[in-house]
DNA sequence: CTAACATATGAACAGTCATTCATATGAATG
DNA sequence: CATTCATATGAATGACTGTTCATATGTTAG
């Protein structure tokens, strides 16, 4: 294997690619929104911020559930949380969550459409 | 739990979620990119089109770990490939992917300025 | 202070997934 | 047509991850 030459090719490719710390986040990043469950939760917050509990009965899950995912979002800085009494709401903390599912969405439509 | 009332936002949002499929899909798109492997071989995709072993050797990979990682890659439409003698040469299938990592580049980029 | 509610969290379990190893397919060359 | 090179693939394995269960934290009301 690897035996003919692309020498040229990997050369020029090396020095455009990113570091691989950086390249990690970004997939790091993208892990976060790979999970159906984190995905329902960015979208409900598009509407409106939301309280836990409301969170898992719109979703028909665990409030443990809900929870954990909450948390894992809240660590990567895709939503802040508010206290008023009791209650915790949360919502989405700046407008590239929404660019980047939007992207996405753009792409499966696309896909979508082009299959008929 | 769940005894406060929320009925009116729940009403809202879920009049606006998408469909359970839709948001399904939607994650399944983001699982790709969310692999360091799939992430760099997408990336240096962006630069110009690569066999196999060219691509394993540039990341420091077996070849065998990164056809795996390119049929994935496949299967999403999200790379296509071309046959040049014995050897097979992959590319970005479109500018979506271009677009869907920059996004997320840039969520990133504004993290780390923020954090200075 | 105690009871009730809202949320958080740790441990455990089950399912998923990326890599490895061995091997198979497929193309070109002599 | 046998060998070599380029790629593909199936099974196995180890690591990771989402959910559940039990329980803890923190807040308000009485």
Same mark, same amino acid.
């Given at each position: #294997? #690897? =035996?003919?030459?692309?020498? &040229? ?9 990113? &570091?691989? =710390? ?27 911020? #939301? ?5 898992? =009965?719109?979703?028909? #899950?665990?409030?443990? &559930? ?17 206290? =008023? ?32």
């Amino acid at each position: #294997m #690897m =035996e003919h030459d692309h020498n &040229a090719i990997l050369k020029k490719v090396r020095q455009e690619l990113p &570091a691989d =710390e950086l390249l990690s986040d970004l997939s790091d990043l993208f892990k976060i929104f790979g999970d159906t469950t984190r995905c329902k939760i960015l979208y409900a917050l598009f509407e409106s911020e #939301m309280c836990v509990c409301a969170i898992a =009965e719109l979703l028909g #899950m665990t409030q443990s &559930a809900i929870s954990h995912q909450l948390r894992i979002l809240k660590d990567a800085d895709l939503v802040g949380k508010r206290r =008023e009494g009791k209650t915790i709401y949360y919502f989405l903390s700046d407008d590239h969550v929404r660019t980047i599912i939007a992207q996405g969405f753009e792409h499966l439509i696309e896909d979508y459409t082009e299959r008929e």
